[in-house]
T-cell receptor, first 118, second 112 residues
Framework: AQTVTQSQPEMSVQEAETVTLSCTYD???????LFWYKQPPSRQMILVIR??????QNATENRFSVNFQKAAKSFSLKISDSQLGDAAMYFC???????????????FGKGTHLIIQP | EAQVTQNPRYLITVTGKKLTVTCSQN?????MSWYRQDPGLGLRQIYY???????DKGDVPEGYKVSRKEKRNFPLILESPSPNQTSLYFC???????????FGSGTRLTVV
C-alpha cells in the first residue's frame, strides 16, 4: 500500500513571499500521479496542480509549481508571491496509474495548514 | 456547470437511525469515491467504484454501504450510524488517472 507523508502540520509565510510545502510518498509502483489539493475554510477541495510520474518536467500553474524528485519520492509545492487567498489546508495525494487492475482512489497526506501573514 | 452534488450539506442524527447521503455527478465520469475527513487524519477512502455495479472497499469501509446502479449516482448508506462516524464526508468523481478527482462540497455529519 502507498503512504503519503506531509511533515509540516503548519507553515506561516509573509504575504508576497515564497513558501514551500513538503510531501514524501512511499510506493513500489513506477507509474502514478501526484496532486496537491487546497482546502480553504469553505472546506471545498480544489485541485491546485498535478504531476505525472513519467514526466520529468515539473508542473507549473501560475504561481504554483512543484519540485518532483522521483528517485527521492518527494513532491513539494512552491507558492510564489503568496496572497491572503492562499491561506488554507493543503493536501498532497497519490493515485496509482494501474486503474484497471487494482484499487482506485487517492491516498492523502494529513495536510499542512498554511497561514499567510499580512 | 460540471460538478459533483452532495446532499445534505449538514446532518445531525441519532445513533442507529439509518441514513443516506446522496452523490451525483454530471460529467459522465466512470470513477467515483467516498472519503471521510477527520482532524489530524487527512482524508481516508471509504469505498470506490470503477463503473456501474462495480464497487469495492477502501481503507475504512466498516459501517458503510454504497451502490452504483447508475453511472451518475453513488449514494453512501449508514445502516446503523454510531458516534464514531461523526465526520466530514466527501464524494468525488474522476474521468481518468491524470485528471485527479473532482470533489463535492462535503457533508458534515454528526451522530449523537
Amino acid at each position: 500500500a502507498q503512504t503519503v507523508t506531509q511533515s509540516q502540520p503548519e507553515m506561516s509565510v509573509q504575504e508576497a513571499e515564497t513558501v514551500t510545502l513538503s510531501c514524501t510518498y512511499d510506493t513500489s509502483e513506477s507509474d502514478y500521479y501526484l496532486f496537491w489539493y487546497k482546502q480553504p475554510p469553505s472546506r471545498q477541495m480544489i485541485l491546485v496542480i498535478r504531476q505525472e510520474a513519467y514526466k520529468q518536467q515539473n508542473a507549473t500553474e501560475n504561481r504554483f509549481s512543484v519540485n518532483f524528485q522521483k528517485a527521492a519520492k518527494s513532491f513539494s509545492l512552491k507558492i510564489s508571491d503568496s496572497q491572503l487567498g492562499d491561506a488554507a489546508m493543503y493536501f498532497c495525494a497519490y493515485r496509482s496509474a494501474w486503474l484497471r487492475g487494482g484499487a482506485d482512489g487517492l491516498t492523502f497526506g494529513k495536510g499542512t495548514h498554511l497561514i499567510i501573514q499580512p | 456547470e460540471a460538478q459533483v452534488t452532495q446532499n445534505p450539506r449538514y446532518l445531525i442524527t441519532v445513533t442507529g437511525k439509518k441514513l443516506t447521503v446522496t452523490c451525483s455527478q454530471n460529467m459522465n465520469h466512470e470513477y467515483m469515491s467516498w472519503y471521510r475527513q477527520d482532524p489530524g487524519l487527512g482524508l481516508r477512502q471509504i469505498y470506490y467504484s470503477m463503473n456501474v455495479e462495480v464497487t469495492d472497499k477502501g481503507d475504512v469501509p466498516e459501517g458503510y454501504k454504497v451502490s452504483r446502479k447508475e453511472k451518475r449516482n453513488f449514494p453512501l448508506i449508514l445502516e446503523s450510524p454510531s458516534p464514531n462516524q461523526t465526520s466530514l464526508y466527501f464524494c468525488a468523481s474522476s474521468l481518468s488517472g491524470p485528471d485527479g478527482y473532482t470533489f463535492g462540497s462535503g457533508t458534515r455529519l454528526t451522530v449523537v
